[in-house]
RNA sequence: GGCCCGUUCGUCUAGGGGUUAGGACGUUAGAUUUUCAUUCUAGAAACAGGGGUUCGAUUCCCCUACGGGCUACCA
């Protein structure tokens, strides 16, 4: 009965993936999911002076981290191909051509020259219904020399003919009723002079030909709109035309303006999903996944980031998400971006995951630190410290020394708590233990204790030190459970290590 | 400037004509943890302002203010 839900997300491969691309992604791929729909991925690439080598790779590479993978597009199979713009250039010609002939569009021969003037001569030139006349186009110039003109080859653009006074409206899926008046609508270029399309005229013709069912798209998209909908009037596909949702947009953290590159650089956190180098300027902006975010962690804290579910629920699966995903949900303002709160999504994310599942990005970060283990050992030493980490380099500062000994001690911590008497204690320590043959944790708090009993010192005042001894610092999980872990050699060899430092 | 969109604790948000305006992050204070983290308890913290409509508006309408977006042969 209802056509078959077809979404795509159409990124231009020109840089990193915005987080907010990344939520455009996420809501698109939710609502394909849920309505048993299809998730395209259009490359638009329309733009040719600010084509970026690798980007477009680089897009697809944060699609599989994140898990938000299309059914359909750029590299993902399809019957509606070519998915990337740039191989379609010809389609487009002829619907500009069609326009024309219809009196919906006209040609426009001044160049790029001419209207900076025009734009540095009268403050806000618009080329619209009021200054069209005084310009350069096939309204203003007979039709015998306009043809001429095509003939030889001039330089020309084909723009939108706005209609004088018509109300624009159409229903957003987010934010109700929008309407425009199309005389403040500029007559916006619809065919550029290298016969590449606009996003306007392409992002029109391919959302029919590739029958895209909804459009999710960033607020800042908004005021553009009237000239979709004209266009997609004009090109006869009214009936066809998708529904539309402007997303609000993710803002900075501090002052004014939407969330961009720039900001996480200042305030320290990341913006794109990966790390992204620029081709040409070799500048580097770092990405959520090497920060140590799980995908599901980016995905869970996009996802609330403008929506909720009406509940006091914030952590949820993507399965949860697919289920209880709804457009009306989400709301219309703009969000400030919180990163202390995004670190929480994480954290809590971590502590979600099992040790089966923490394993490979783990072992992961381990390994950048040259650090190998087993995995069952791994994932004894997952659960015991996973809830002490929030990004997953966490995990390197917060067992380490499961690995390797100390190589450092907090003095300042043990100073206050040292003294000859207590040197004493782990030298008659080191034997006792020496004599235990089950290494139980259990057991080697009973001996600590006993010993220390007998030799009339606080437990408490002990644990501190010993802890320091087989850590480094005052960290980490149960001592008593670190000293089972690492084993009786390391245990004992680390307390008569400890002995001799401290005595310097 | 013009047009469009928006506005509940510092931040993300729930709510919706009559509520002690709820939750989360952060923050403060305690408890637990012989370290830290976790966990738990408690606290401070919001309906931008002005007009309507109404018996009653935070909720509906209008205006103002403020915020954001757009205003390219970029997407």
């Not at 329309?46 to 059914?71: H, K």
């Not at 969330?259 to 620029?278: H, M, N, Y």
């Amino acid at each position: 009965m209802d056509k078959e839900v077809r979404v795509r997300f159409a990124p231009s491969p020109t840089g990193g993936l915005h987080i907010g691309g990344v939520r455009t992604i996420l809501f698109n791929y939710l609502f394909a999911k849920q309505n048993n729909g299809k998730f395209i991925l259009r490359i638009e690439d329309t733009d040719q002076s600010r084509f970026v080598q690798g980007a477009e790779e680089y897009i697809l590479n944060c699609l599989e981290w994140c898990g938000l993978t299309p059914d359909e597009g750029q590299g993902f199979g399809g019957n509606f191909g070519p998915y990337r713009q740039s191989e379609r250039k010809n389609i487009y010609i002829k619907y500009a051509q069609q326009l024309v002939a219809q009196g919906h569009a006209y040609y426009a021969f001044d160049t790029p020259v001419d209207l900076e003037n025009k734009r540095n001569a009268i403050p806000n030139f618009q080329y619209n219904q009021a200054t069209r006349l005084q310009m350069r186009n096939s309204m203003t110039i007979p039709h015998e020399a306009v043809q001429s003109l095509i003939n030889e080859g001039a330089p020309h653009v084909i723009r939108i003919k706005m209609p004088e006074n018509e109300n624009v409206y159409f229903n957003d899926l987010i934010r109700g009723d929008v309407s425009f008046d199309t005389h403040q609508v500029d007559d916006k270029v619809l065919l550029k002079a290298d016969g590449m399309p606009t996003y306007h005229l392409a992002v029109v013709v391919d959302d029919y030909l590739m029958k895209i069912s909804h459009v999710f798209r960033g607020e800042e998209w908004l005021p553009s709109a009237p000239v979709h909908i004209l266009l997609w009037k004009y090109l006869g596909w009214d009936n066809d035309m998708p529904k539309w949702a402007h997303l609000p947009l993710i803002l900075k953290p501090d002052g004014k303006g939407k969330l961009s590159k720039r900001d996480g650089e200042r305030l320290g956190f990341p913006v794109f999903a990966l790390d992204w180098t620029d081709p040409k300027t070799q500048e580097k902006a770092t990405g959520y996944k090497e920060t140590g975010f799980l995908p599901q962690a980016l995905n869970n804290l996009l996802a609330l980031l403008g929506w909720n579910d009406s509940t006091e629920q914030e952590i949820f699966t993507m399965q949860e998400l697919v289920d209880k995903f709804s457009l009306e949900r989400v709301h219309k303002g703009g969000a400030k971006f919180d990163w202390d709160k995004a670190k929480w999504f994480n954290a809590e994310w971590i502590k979600k995951l099992s040790a089966e599942e923490l394993l490979p990005y783990v072992k992961d970060v381990l390994a950048n630190k040259n650090i190998n283990a087993k995995d069952d050992y791994l994932k004894t030493i997952i659960d015991l410290v996973k809830e002490r980490c929030v990004l997953l380099p966490d995990f390197y500062a917060q067992s380490h020394f499961f690995f390797t000994e100390p190589k450092t001690y907090d003095m300042d911590a043990l100073k206050s708590k040292w003294s000859d008497e207590k040197g004493l204690f782990f030298n008659d320590l080191i034997s006792q233990f020496n004599q235990i043959n089950n290494w139980d944790g259990v057991d080697l708090e009973n001996v600590f204790k006993e010993l220390a009993s007998a030799k009339a010192i606080k437990v408490g005042e002990l644990m501190l030190p010993f802890r320091v001894m087989l850590v480094g610092g005052k960290f980490g999980p149960q001592v008593f459970l670190i000293a089972e872990i690492i084993g009786k050699q390391q245990t004992l060899a680390r307390i008569a290590k400890a002995l001799e430092t401290i005595k310097l």
